[in-house]
């Protein structure tokens, strides 16, 4: 069973930046895509960004475009989000998510459903 922990959660204003992290139990390069969920008080389970195996695609929800970016080490086994011009709207309990499906096409990796492994979630919080 894999595991993941998060870390880099926290409470900041509104403009600030976060780093979360995101370590896995087995090697992330066996992990053929991996990737962040957040959900809100109330709301549903939101995609919020995801990256392929290799690293070389990446992809994210329209309201993080431009502010939020992933990356992985796979030396590391450890995948990050960094958080840029964070807004009061982007307080959540972030997920990370990681899952081994093949053949996945650029619309697989925004469903929760093609992740298998899930972390237990780190709370990001920002004031206005």
């Known amino acids: 069973q894999v595991q993941l922990v998060e870390s880099g959660g926290g409470l900041v204003q509104a403009g600030a930046s976060l780093r979360l992290s995101c370590a896995a139990s087995e090697r992330t390069a066996s992990m053929t895509n991996m990737g962040w969920f957040r959900q809100a008080p109330g709301k549903e389970r939101e995609f919020v960004s995801a990256i392929s195996r290799s690293g070389g695609s990446t992809y994210y929800g329209d309201s993080v475009k431009g502010r939020f970016t992933i990356s992985k080490d796979n030396v590391q086994n450890t995948v990050y989000l960094q958080m840029n011009s964070l807004k009061p709207e982007d307080t959540a309990v972030y997920y990370c998510?990681?899952?081994?499906?093949?053949?996945?096409?650029?619309?697989?990796?925004?469903?929760?459903?093609?992740?298998?492994?899930w972390g237990q979630g780190t709370q990001v919080s920002v004031s206005s």
């Open positions: 998510a990681a899952g081994r499906r093949i053949g996945l096409r650029s619309n697989d990796y925004y469903q929760a459903g093609n992740y298998a492994y």
